[in-house]
């Protein structure tokens, strides 16, 4: 174990609970501790939405996937920068002028509020999907620190995925949102020097072993070198689609995306916001896709035993201890800042959607506060027995989660801010069917025909026209009344 590098995850550890701790010694309220309380910028609201959404997925998952498929993965990270296009030009401005017209804290919230009719069963549902889907990613995230960690510096699994949720439940649970979204951000920035550095330097090396990529993919076999996986016609039509339809889960229907659009303050920061996003997204996905094709040639299609190790193996292989440890600090910090992140979510889900607005039950503000801090290390501890459980499935499993959770709220989403005719009954079919239908699709071989981020999103989209049709509501606009209700419950 390089001692250089145990003292920079040492000292980066302390920093992230440093900045719980400082948010933890102000005055939260229970708005400041889940949506921030129009306190943070649009440029760190940015960044925390990018490292956020980037995950363990992207640093580990979609590097290992660029490895193991070679060319034809780039529709991959091109549906992704896509994806954050759109979500930044037409949705980040569209979730603030939402969250400050109905004053709320979650989508569900949102939602409820938008279709007072139907609000229980839909903060119900909402926490059904919820709950489940992100505990669950969560557990995967804190999965892969294990793995990382034992690539790198030889810790055990269980050892390292300890510290980690030790360190993501601590600061998660004392400064809340504030804290998580600063957390993010210096961790976005540290992503960002990761997928930019390591790729800079693979090609050095590349070029002084005079080596090829090209040749390289070729090598490799199994339509590496195809831009369709060496497939044509329909199948490479699948092919192209299945990746592409991973922007389908920038659509407003992950909740720890949105609540970052929520809580920007002005479209001045929403601008700003967008540019910072969009640059950053640019970066970080060119950036993982050659490390995979850089790391195929450097080390061939058999040189690693986890494709999803290849970013953390590369480290190790061509960069001095002192860097080493920066950089690993990168990859820590996608799966940091999305697990802190989900539990937030889910604690504002349990917090908010069940135990205030569907139980009723009157709290203090600072009881909530409290109440959501207990949530958050509960979820957090059942998290890390998940990832004490898991194996090697971060690709396959985060990709399930995007598709229940973001299909279902996506269709709900989109219906409700761009058609005037979506009713509470269609909300409530489109987050059924989405859920559902994801569930269903994964365990069935339609999964390998085609996948469930795209099939079960048009699926929840039907649905939730085809119902809203069927039962549209007599009045949906809800009145200043409600929204005051809301505003003191």
């Not at 489940?132 to 034992?150: A, I, K, R, S």
Request: aromatic residues 10%.
């Amino acid at each position: 174990m390089d001692m250089v590098v145990l003292v920079e995850l040492i000292i980066y550890f302390v920093a992230m609970i440093g900045i719980g701790v400082y948010f933890s010694r102000k005055k939260l309220g229970y708005d400041d501790y889940h949506l921030g309380g129009n306190k943070i910028p649009g440029w760190a609201l940015a960044f925390s939405e990018r490292s956020t959404e980037a995950s363990a997925w992207l640093l580990l998952g979609a590097t290992g996937f660029a490895f193991s498929t070679g060319l034809s993965s780039v529709w991959l990270f091109v549906g992704m920068l896509l994806g954050i296009i759109f979500s930044w030009l037409f949705l980040a401005k569209k979730f603030m002028e939402e969250r400050i017209k109905y004053n709320a804290l979650t989508l569900p919230d949102y939602l409820s509020a938008r279709f007072p009719n139907h609000a229980n069963w839909i903060r119900g549902i909402g926490a059904i999907i919820i709950v489940p889907f992100f505990t669950l990613y969560v557990g995967t995230q804190f999965g892969g620190t294990g793995q990382t960690l034992e690539q790198t510096m030889g810790i055990k699994p269980l050892v390292g995925i300890l510290i980690v949720a030790v360190v993501v439940i601590v600061y998660s649970c004392l400064g809340g949102f504030l804290s998580v979204v600063w957390t993010d951000a210096i961790q976005a920035i540290l992503m960002i020097i990761t997928l930019g550095v390591l790729p800079i330097v693979a090609l050095i090396k590349i070029s002084s072993m005079d080596l090829s990529i090209t040749d390289a993919l070729v090598q490799a076999g199994n339509g590496a070198d195809s831009w369709t996986g060496g497939v044509t016609g329909f199948a490479a039509g699948l092919l192209i689609y299945a990746n592409l339809s991973w922007a389908l889960g920038y659509l407003g229907g992950q909740p720890h995306i949105s609540a970052r659009f929520m809580a920007l303050k002005n479209e001045k920061d929403a601008r700003i916001g967008r540019n910072a996003a969009i640059l950053w997204g640019v970066i970080a996905y060119g950036g993982a896709f050659m490390i995979g094709l850089t790391g195929l040639t450097l080390y061939g299609k058999d040189g690693i035993d986890n494709v999803e190790m290849i970013l953390p193996f590369m480290l190790t292989e061509l960069l001095p201890g002192w860097l080493v440890g920066i950089l690993l600090a990168g990859i820590l910090a996608a799966i940091m800042s999305t697990a802190s992140s989900q539990l937030l979510v889910v604690s504002s889900s349990i917090s908010e959607d069940v135990l205030v607005k569907i139980m009723k039950m009157k709290f203090t503000d600072k009881q909530l506060v409290m109440i959501s801090r207990v949530i958050v290390s509960l979820v957090g501890v059942f998290g890390l027995v998940i990832g004490l459980l898991s194996k090697s499935l971060i690709y396959v499993v985060i990709g399930w989660a995007w598709a229940g959770v973001g299909n279902s709220f996506a269709a709900a989403i989109l219906l409700t801010f761009f058609w005037k005719r979506m009713s509470g009954a269609g909300v409530l079919a489109a987050l059924l069917t989405g859920f559902i239908s994801t569930i269903i699709w994964i365990n069935t071989p339609l999964e390998a025909i085609v996948t469930s981020r795209g099939a079960t999103l048009v699926l929840a989209l039907l649905a939730g026209v085809v119902v809203s049709l069927a039962a549209p509501d007599s009045k949906q606009a809800i009145s200043t009344e409600k929204l005051e209700d809301i505003k003191l419950t």
